[in-house]
């Protein structure tokens, strides 16, 4: 009896052992696989983390198009393709500038910005013909203002008299039609207008401003203006040279006074003449002559007329302060702000 239970006491305390030593075995494992585990989601942390491999980013300017996107796929890099237009007319379709440069270290699957031509904004000389000499060069600005190097040249045109309205193309060289391979020097003719027109100089004696400006407007002479002294209550012109009714060649000048009357009291309004010294132009050229209010900051045309450049006078009556304008071709030209009566 004694000795079963010396034996039932030592195989409960063998079983007490065992159960303890199979807990710290159990503990240790458990911590050898959160361990393990931990080791591999940092080794895939890390992959993910290192992402896509280093490639060195290919020269492709100069290439064709084709060849540059094979060479980007060999890569595996991805191109954005923008398209503008070139200088030369035989770049197109190549590779003109690209982004990052070439040599770049970047990581495979970056996008590369490769800028390809389209070509040349034109690849034939247009038909100008018909055309007003300054329109023509308006278009042909517009068409290259991109470009440092224009593919069309206009030269210094040549002018002849012509049935045709002043400033319109009669001929070009080289021809509509004609393949742009280099840059080309267009060379026009342009008519005058018809040769030696006679016009009978109008009466301009008496004339009120308004009336002067609708002779202006209309006439195909050049008045110059001079100022002198009025009774009048408002501008008149006193005299002309030459005088009513002679014959002068279209665009002749005209020698006009104009009087002032003196200032009297408050009055705001200064009288004067505009002058302005032009570039002597080879037809008459459309101009303008604004005002711009210095209350109310609002524009309005005093007269609009054309001229074949060189001495400019117009007679105004204007607020003091008052901006003058005056526009060539739709293009401001001077301006001058209104202090005081002219002397």
Same mark, same amino acid.
């Given at each position: 009896?004694?000795?079963?239970?010396?034996?039932? @006491?030592?195989?409960?305390?063998?079983?007490?052992?065992?159960? !303890? !030593?199979?807990?710290?075995?159990?503990?240790?494992?458990?911590?050898?696989?959160?361990?393990?585990?931990?080791?591999?989601?940092?080794?895939?942390?890390? /992959?993910?983390?290192?992402?896509?491999?280093? #490639?060195?980013?290919?020269? %492709? %300017?100069?290439?064709?198009?084709?060849?540059?996107?094979?060479?980007?796929?060999?890569?595996?890099?991805?191109?954005?393709?923008?398209?503008?237009?070139?200088?030369?007319?035989?770049?197109?379709?190549?590779?003109?500038?690209?982004?990052?440069?070439? @040599?770049?270290?970047?990581? *495979? @699957?970056?996008?590369?910005?490769?800028?390809?031509?389209? @070509? *040349?904004?034109?690849?034939?000389?247009?038909?100008?013909?018909?055309?007003?000499?300054?329109?023509?060069?308006?278009?042909?600005?517009?068409?290259?203002?991109?470009?440092?190097?224009?593919?069309?040249?206009?030269?210094?045109?040549?002018?002849?008299?012509?049935?045709?309205?002043?400033?319109?193309?009669?001929? !070009?060289?080289?021809? *509509?039609?004609?393949?742009? %391979?280099?840059?080309?020097?267009?060379?026009?003719?342009?008519?005058?207008?018809?040769?030696?027109?006679?016009?009978?100089?109008?009466?301009? %004696? =008496?004339?009120?401003?308004?009336?002067?400006?609708?002779?202006?407007?209309?006439?195909?002479?050049?008045?110059?203006?001079? /100022?002198?002294?009025?009774?009048? =209550?408002?501008?008149?012109?006193?005299?002309?040279?030459?005088?009513?009714?002679? #014959?002068?060649?279209?665009?002749?000048?005209?020698?006009?006074?104009? $009087?002032?009357?003196?200032?009297? $009291?408050?009055?705001?309004?200064?009288? $004067?003449?505009?002058? !302005?010294?032009?570039?002597?132009?080879?037809?008459?050229?459309?101009?303008?002559?604004?005002?711009?209010?210095? =209350?109310?900051?609002?524009?309005?045309?005093?007269?609009?007329?054309?001229?074949? $450049?060189?001495?400019?006078?117009?007679?105004?009556?204007?607020?003091?302060?008052?901006?003058?304008?005056?526009?060539?071709?739709?293009?401001?030209? =001077?301006?001058?702000?209104?202090?005081?009566?002219?002397?």
């Amino acid at each position: 009896m004694k000795n079963k239970k010396s034996n039932l @006491g030592f195989s409960i305390s063998r079983a007490a052992e065992k159960m !303890q !030593q199979s807990g710290s075995s159990f503990f240790l494992y458990t911590i050898l696989v959160i361990v393990f585990m931990g080791l591999i989601c940092l080794a895939v942390f890390f /992959a993910f983390v290192k992402g896509e491999e280093e #490639v060195m980013v290919p020269q %492709v %300017v100069g290439k064709e198009l084709s060849e540059a996107l094979l060479e980007m796929q060999v890569k595996e890099l991805y191109p954005k393709i923008i398209l503008r237009y070139s200088e030369n007319p035989e770049d197109k379709g190549y590779v003109l500038d690209q982004t990052p440069v070439a @040599g770049s270290i970047v990581k *495979a @699957g970056k996008r590369i910005n490769l800028t390809v031509s389209r @070509g *040349a904004v034109i690849d034939k000389v247009e038909d100008f013909k018909g055309w007003n000499i300054d329109d023509v060069k308006s278009h042909l600005k517009t068409l290259f203002v991109a470009m440092s190097k224009p593919l069309v040249v206009l030269s210094e045109p040549l002018y002849e008299y012509n049935e045709a309205e002043a400033g319109t193309v009669l001929a !070009q060289n080289p021809p *509509a039609g004609t393949s742009i %391979v280099n840059p080309v020097t267009l060379k026009l003719v342009v008519s005058r207008g018809p040769e030696n027109a006679k016009i009978n100089v109008p009466n301009l %004696v =008496s004339l009120s401003l308004k009336e002067i400006y609708n002779q202006i407007s209309t006439s195909d002479l050049i008045f110059d203006f001079s /100022a002198g002294e009025t009774d009048e =209550s408002e501008p008149q012109v006193i005299s002309q040279m030459p005088i009513e009714g002679e #014959v002068l060649t279209k665009n002749s000048r005209v020698e006009v006074v104009i $009087g002032f009357p003196e200032a009297k $009291g408050l009055s705001s309004t200064v009288y $004067g003449i505009f002058k !302005q010294k032009l570039p002597e132009y080879a037809y008459p050229l459309k101009m303008e002559l604004v005002s711009l209010s210095a =209350s109310s900051g609002k524009s309005s045309s005093i007269v609009k007329f054309t001229h074949m $450049g060189g001495s400019l006078t117009i007679p105004y009556a204007v607020p003091k302060n008052t901006v003058l304008k005056l526009y060539v071709e739709g293009k401001e030209f =001077s301006q001058i702000t209104v202090r005081q009566k002219e002397e």
